[in-house]
């Protein structure tokens, strides 16, 4: 279990470079395959808590990478970075609970977008900060954002985590359904790239194009610009 936990903690590390400043966002599905695989091995009637804590090691060494220029706001931010890798363990305790299923990479993906609709709203109104949708910006999967939305596209994310971790399972028994799954599922994830909204209105290299963008501000420094949440 003590090595699960640390493959664990790397992979939450590695699912941190997806996102700012680094942007390698290609990462991100082998992260999240990693902790799919992870949960996926557990077995036993104690699994259920097993795999919140691999999820809640994962989750919070992912938080912990992330989210150090919270410092300029606070120096709390560590206690911040361990409640929300506490609640990504939830993840974790549904996904071992049903390890066994044919469809567990769907309740996976189910699950992890919703913790992340969970942490967007709860506590304290919220700190969605790190939501996959938020670390595809320049790729494919950019795409499906029009189409549905952050959480449709953490879901497809997720999704696609699941399924390598399936895959990887399963690809020795059964080589042609669980390949042709893997690709359905990234026909899946870049699907608003293939179908885009408007086929006419497609941005053509070297054509410029207006853009307009409003920058809220906030009404004082440190935790202070949090204090009036109407005006931000």
């Known amino acids: ?72 706001v606070t120096p709390a931010w560590p206690a911040l970075a361990l409640l929300e890798g506490l609640l ?27 913790l992340e609709a969970l942490r967007g709203s709860w506590p ?31 879901f497809a994310l997720a999704l696609l985590g699941g399924v390598l971790a399936w895959a990887v399972l399963g690809v020795r028994e059964r080589p042609l359904p669980v390949l042709a799954t893997v690709a359905a599922t990234l026909l899946l994830v870049g699907a608003g790239w293939w179908v885009p909204l408007d086929p006419a209105a497609r941005v053509v290299a070297g054509e410029p194009v207006e853009v307009a963008a409003v920058q809220g501000n906030t009404p004082g420094i440190g935790l202070a610009a949090m204090a009036e949440r109407r005006r931000v």
């Open 88 to 114: 990504i363990g939830v993840v974790g305790a549904g996904t071992a609970a049903v390890n066994d299923r044919r469809w567990w990479p769907v309740a996976f993906a189910f699950l992890w977008v919703s």
């Open 1 to 72: 279990m003590l090595l699960r936990l640390f493959a664990a903690a790397c992979a939450g590390a590695v699912l941190a470079l997806a996102f700012e400043p680094l942007a390698l966002a290609w990462l991100m599905p082998l992260s999240i395959a990693a902790l799919a695989l992870l949960l996926a091995g557990l077995t036993g009637p104690r699994r259920a808590r097993r795999g919140y804590a691999v999820a809640a090691t994962y989750g919070t060494t992912f938080m912990v990478a992330l989210l150090p220029w919270l410092s300029v």
């Open 124 to 154: 304290l109104g919220g700190f969605p900060w790190g939501r996959l949708a938020f670390g595809v910006v320049d790729t494919p999967a950019a795409a499906l954002l029009p189409w549905v939305g952050a959480a449709g596209t953490g």
